[in-house]
């Protein structure tokens, strides 16, 4: 089991030193990996400082708007009606057409 990662406070200038040591050793592709990795790790840091930020407003600038409403997951009759393709809605029909006309057949059907 490995043990959580332990937050270490760094400032634009500590991380700016590291990012000026790092260049003449990283290739240039995984030194500008490494630089934007931790000016994510600033917007983040800096996001979560803010007192403004909303948890809710910080997990849409995370991931994104949601594209699911609770509301309509709980109430499907406000969800849009699926849209059945018109080869697939030919083919159930026959099928239908198909199963009804054998029973019929068979004295199943009143």
Same mark, same amino acid.
């Given at each position: 089991? @490995?043990?959580?990662?332990?937050?270490?406070?760094?400032? =634009?200038? =500590?991380?700016?030193?590291? #990012?000026a #040591?790092?260049?003449?050793?990283f290739?240039?592709p $995984?030194?500008?990996?490494l630089? $934007?990795?931790?000016?994510? /790790?600033? /917007?983040?840091? =800096?996001?979560?400082?803010?007192?403004?930020?909303? #948890?809710?407003? /910080?997990?849409?600038?995370? /991931?994104?708007?949601? @594209?699911?409403?609770?509301h309509?997951l !709980?109430?499907?009759?406000?969800?849009?009606?699926m $849209?059945?393709?018109?080869?697939l809605a030919c083919?159930f029909?026959?099928?239908?057409?198909t199963?009804i006309?054998? !029973?019929?057949?068979?004295g199943?059907? @009143?």
């Amino acid at each position: 089991m @490995t043990k959580p990662p332990e937050y270490v406070p760094a400032t =634009q200038e =500590q991380l700016d030193e590291l #990012l000026a #040591l790092a260049r003449p050793t990283f290739p240039a592709p $995984q030194y500008e990996l490494l630089s $934007q990795v931790l000016a994510t /790790f600033v /917007f983040v840091m =800096q996001a979560l400082r803010n007192v403004k930020t909303s #948890l809710t407003r /910080f997990r849409k600038l995370l /991931f994104g708007a949601s @594209t699911e409403s609770k509301h309509k997951l !709980h109430h499907p009759a406000l969800a849009p009606p699926m $849209q059945m393709s018109d080869a697939l809605a030919c083919n159930f029909v026959s099928e239908f057409a198909t199963i009804i006309g054998n !029973h019929a057949r068979q004295g199943e059907l @009143t």
